[in-house]
């Protein structure tokens, strides 16, 4: 039997592979929901990436302010989403926008991720001392006013895209701490790690090897949460101001840029609203969808 | 209008339940059939997967939103369930019809009272005053002889045992008088004393209460102590049923022969008359064979017959029951008794030279009190005794079981043996080699390598995230044995080949693996460094009976030819009678008696010894028991009775001594060793627990003898 078997014995091809995450997203389509929001983000994706070409004017470029939707511009194109305050033409904002956010939230995210993940994983493993630290130095961060502390700490470095990729790293990562080392508890008492154990493996490689792989379905699921609120945040830091140095294209710059105006012009702050709510929505619509699949058989 | 009703109470007619899901509809339970008078209790048996639970959730019409009854009826008091509109069904559930669960920590609600929860149940159902539903409540928990009910009452659910959970659940499921009561693994949970003191007392309420049960179980010797029929089923399909007496004596399906084949019965025997699994699996409900659904494993399989078509129960009528029926068209061809095939006989096992010596070792774990009261008497360290002077040896190719219920320290010990702590006095010696102080990162690769585990739930024992062959060769290199990527494949494939898998189960991750197959991956990672010593942890404690016999023989047959020592922690004393070649009995963290074998299971027993052995059920009804259920609860640790640790709760306790004096260590014979109170020369008149009729033992050799 084991001469005839061994033929058929190979490794998984990179072919396999890719067949196995088709499928794994082939399973999307059973939750309606969840096809909305990865509709939504795939959307903005696509926009984020085409705006180079796709854009109809350089975002920047002032031309005749105040434009209603539609209003036809002096070179014969369409101004479709009307034109702000300084004559800049939303349609082309918003594109731009979309890449900006679409790079940093993610940029953000995963940066808290790393942060949290290896926090998480020291304070659940190591437990003890570790875990007293890690722990309090998260309550500390966590005990903060969000706001505050992003203000502080962009007041301190100024405003830039990696700064904010610091801030929103410094206040997510003891949330994502937290969530990381509750499940590494459970994981941790499992009987493979015991195993592991006493074959002599070393503390880094049962965390990320043997544990890692294991939490990373909820994790998964709480990251798609996390790029919304991320989203969120860089809107508001670019609403009050700690975004983006001006005169880039941010969605929340844009909406405080043209706040005066919101009354007679509505269209300058409502268009970048639309634009912020529907990548959150698409993204906790994501999120929803990707647990209801975790939790079917 | 259930008062003029005089049928019987449960009548189940070719009931069929099926499962949708995305793999589409799963047929659970097809075509079943099952008559319950008031009062009877009737058992239904099988491995997981057979569909036995899914009957039970059935009659409550409980069955999740992605189940449904697809055909056939269930008729309570002659009342079809599947009728039943919600309301209807609220009524039914919990008054006449009451269900108890594997997990009684699972079954009570934490944040409640226990009185709370028990009270519901008459206020809801009988629209009683919260004073009569508190007078009905303490009186069946005096009922279930809970010691104490006030104070039980005022208790939540984790302040009490996990016996005395069970105790409540049962109480609650009484308190509204139910006509029938649905028992769903009710003490799989529980120790086996415990286990005893649970199945004695349902018997008595039923008896009091008039009830009738439908028992659930894996457990064919506790089948045989609680019902008066029972129900054999195989995937999906009830294959035998008839009274409790026939079935044990004149099983006529295959399955059922072979399930009493796969059962450590006490005149089993590991060289002479070894267990004989089932070969082969059971099929996934959506691929069940044509005909016979046990066809393929059937030693007896008729091609052309036996899978022709659909395969009906059909009356026994070769003995006296009328109840007796089979779903197999050959079962009045088949002579089970010549049928069997005498199994191999195997040389008995030469025991070695000692590789592992235990000396007096004990592991104390400390505790900060941080109490007022310990803060001013300034008591504030308390030590947890886990393991108390543990003494024992264990030679090349022996097998060593320990035995105890939960909390004896059993597992501490073999965490101590892995160096995932390290003892606090006396001495380990592994091939010479003092190990008790010495940590899991301090031990080189052949040290780490020549220790290894088994561990207890197949479900945990593997990464769910890797592939079998990283898992196994990680080990491989780990311990120095092959470093180049070729021979480390080479020497997996020899591993699978070692524990009867086929080689393609390399690539495979764990959940493409049933519960049996995980635990041999489990076992060849353990041998994977040539082992000098294996712990194996309850390793077949989680597993169906028939498998757990293949995996049982398999550790064995690997031992055998590694000449490995086998230490084998257990609580399962018919497995362990079988397996091992010498027995040590711990009880709070101490030993309390150690000898062979032959010496633990025949007098001078110690009392727990001799508690625990009866307290196993065993499925032979031509075996009789003295029964002897343990009266309290296992003492905390962290306040052990300062004499014998087993005197509040023994049933041959002599008085004051035994709570105020350690016992002395009492050799029986040379390393048979008591340590009890009581005299040697009194001990050895206690009369045996378990006798053979002496009719059944001479057959039962001279059908070994032919």
Redesign the interface.
């Known amino acids: 039997m084991s001469e005839m078997t061994q033929e058929t014995v190979r490794a998984p091809s990179f072919g396999d592979k890719v067949v196995r995450v088709l499928k794994a997203i082939a399973l999307m389509r059973e939750s309606p929901v969840g096809m909305v929001g990865a509709g939504l983000v795939l959307f903005w994706v696509i926009m984020a990436l085409i705006a180079p070409f796709a854009a109809p004017y350089d975002p920047n470029a002032t031309m005749i302010p105040f434009q209603l939707p539609g209003t036809v511009a002096p070179d014969g194109g369409t101004f479709w989403f009307g034109t702000d305050l300084l004559g800049r033409d939303i349609l082309s904002r918003v594109m731009w926008g979309a890449q900006t956010v679409l790079f940093y939230a993610p940029l953000a995210t995963f940066c808290a991720y790393t942060v949290g993940i290896g926090m998480g994983l020291l304070a659940g493993y190591k437990m003890g001392w570790w875990d007293t630290i890690l722990s309090r130095v998260a309550d500390i961060v966590l005990s903060f006013p969000v706001m505050v502390l992003y203000v502080i700490v962009i007041a301190k470095f100024g405003a830039s895209g990696i700064n904010i990729v610091i801030a929103i790293t410094f206040a997510s990562a003891p949330a994502i701490m937290r969530i990381v080392r509750g499940l590494t508890l459970d994981v941790r008492a499992r009987d493979y790690i015991g195993a592991a154990q006493t074959r002599g493996e070393g503390a880094w490689f049962i965390m990320l090897a043997e544990i890692l792989p294991n939490v990373r379905g909820p994790l998964i699921v709480d990251a798609c949460l996390r790029f919304g609120y991320v989203t969120i945040t860089i809107g508001v830091l670019g609403f009050l101001g700690l975004g983006l140095p001006p005169p880039d294209p941010d969605w929340g710059g844009m909406i405080n840029e043209n706040r005066s105006m919101a009354l007679s012009f509505p269209h300058m702050t409502v268009i970048p609203c639309i634009a912020i709510s529907s990548l959150v929505l698409g993204f906790n619509l994501l999120a929803d969808g990707l647990r209801e699949i975790s939790i079917k058989d | 209008m259930s008062e003029t009703y005089d049928g019987p109470l449960l009548e189940i007619e070719n009931l069929s339940i099926s499962y949708y899901?995305?793999a589409g509809e799963i047929p659970a339970v097809v075509d079943f059939s099952l008559t319950l008078n008031a009062g009877e209790s009737v058992g239904l048996v099988g491995e997981s997967g057979c569909g036995k639970s899914t009957v039970a959730m059935a009659i409550m019409r409980y069955m999740g939103n992605n189940g449904g009854i697809v055909g056939g009826s269930i008729k309570f008091k002659g009342r079809d369930m599947v009728q039943l509109d919600d309301e209807e069904l609220r009524k039914l559930r919990g008054s006449e019809i009451a269900m108890i669960y594997q997990e009684p920590m699972a079954a009570l609600n934490p944040s409640m009272t226990v009185a709370r929860q028990l009270m519901e149940v008459p206020i809801t159902h009988d629209g009683v005053s919260e004073d009569e539903a508190w007078k009905r409540a303490v009186q069946m928990l005096a009922d279930v002889h809970l010691p104490d009910p006030e104070r039980v009452m005022n208790a939540y659910p984790h302040q009490i045992s996990g016996g005395q959970q069970q105790r409540v659940v049962i109480a609650m499921a009484l308190l509204s008088n139910p006509s029938l009561l649905l028992l769903d693994e009710p003490t799989t949970a529980l120790d086996v004393t415990v286990e005893a003191g649970i199945v004695e007392l349902i018997g008595e309420l039923a008896q009091k209460f008039d009830t009738a049960l439908l028992y659930i179980s894996h457990n064919l010797g506790l089948m045989l102590e609680v019902c008066d029929r029972i129900g054999v089923m195989y995937s999906g399909e009830m294959v035998e049923e008839g009274r409790v007496n026939s079935i044990f004596t004149w099983p006529k399906h295959p399955y059922t022969h072979g399930l009493f084949g796969c059962i450590p019965l006490p005149h089993s025997d590991k060289n002479a008359r070894p267990l004989m699994a089932i070969p082969g699996q059971l099929p996934l409900p959506h691929q069940r064979p044509q005909g016979c659904n046990f066809g393929p494993r059937c030693r007896f399989f008729g091609d052309g017959r036996c899978n022709a078509g659909d395969i009906r129960m059909d009356a026994v009528t070769t003995d006296e029951d009328p109840d007796h029926r089979v779903r197999c068209i050959r079962w009045n061809e088949i002579d089970h008794d010549e049928a069997i095939p005498k199994p191999d006989e195997r040389p008995p096992i030469e025991i070695g030279e000692p590789v592992l010596i235990v000396e007096d070792m004990q592991k104390y774990y400390e505790i900060t009190d941080n109490s007022l009261k310990a803060l001013i008497s300034g008591d504030r360290i308390k030590y947890v005794k886990a393991n108390e002077s543990i003494t024992f040896k264990a030679g090349r190719s022996e097998t060593v079981a320990i035995v105890g219920e939960s909390g004896c320290g059993k597992s501490t010990f073999a965490k101590v043996l892995?160096?995932?702590e390290t003892t606090t006095g006396g001495t380990v010696t592994l091939n010479n080699v003092e190990i008790g102080g010495l940590e899991?990162?301090n031990?080189t690769?052949e040290q780490?390598?020549s220790l290894?585990?088994v561990?207890?739930?197949p479900n945990?024992?593997?990464?769910?995230?890797?592939s079998v062959g990283f898992?196994i060769g990680?080990?491989i290199k780990?311990?120095g044995v092959e470093s180049d990527p070729a021979k480390v494949k080479q020497r997996v494939?020899d591993l699978l080949?070692t524990v009867k898998l086929?080689?393609?189960f390399?690539?495979r991750k764990p959940r493409q693996l049933s519960g049996g197959q995980k635990q041999r991956i489990?076992i060849a990672?353990a041998f994977a460094?040539n082992p000098s010593t294996v712990i194996a942890d309850e390793p077949i404690s989680a597993l169906d009976v028939s498998v757990a016999a293949a995996v049982t023989e398999l550790l064995m047959d690997i031992q055998r030819e590694h000449k490995t020592t086998l230490l084998f922690i257990s609580h399962d004393l018919s497995a362990v009678r079988y397996l091992a070649d010498r027995v040590v009995v711990m009880y709070l963290g101490q030993i309390m008696e150690r000898g062979t074998t032959d010496e633990v299971f025949a007098p001078p027993y110690h009392p727990y010894t001799e508690a625990l052995l009866s307290a196993v059920p065993i499925a032979d009804p031509q075996v009789t028991k003295r029964r002897i259920v343990l009266e309290g609860n296992l003492p905390s640790v962290l306040n052990p009775p300062p004499g014998c640790p087993f005197a509040t709760r023994c049933p041959r306790k002599l008085g004051d001594i035994c709570d105020r004096e350690r016992p002395p260590l009492r050799e029986v014979e040379p390393r048979h060793v008591i340590a009890c109170h009581i005299e040697v020369e009194e001990l050895r008149k206690v009369p045996p627990v378990i006798t053979v009729s002496e009719d059944y033992q001479k057959e039962v050799e001279d059908r070994l003898g032919s």
Request: proline share 8%; net charge positive; no cysteine.
């Open positions: 899901t995305r892995m160096g995932l899991v990162g031990r690769p780490l390598g290894q585990m561990f207890q739930n945990d024992t593997l990464n769910p995230s890797h898992q990680r080990v780990k311990f494939f080949d086929p080689r393609a390399i690539n489990g990672r460094g």
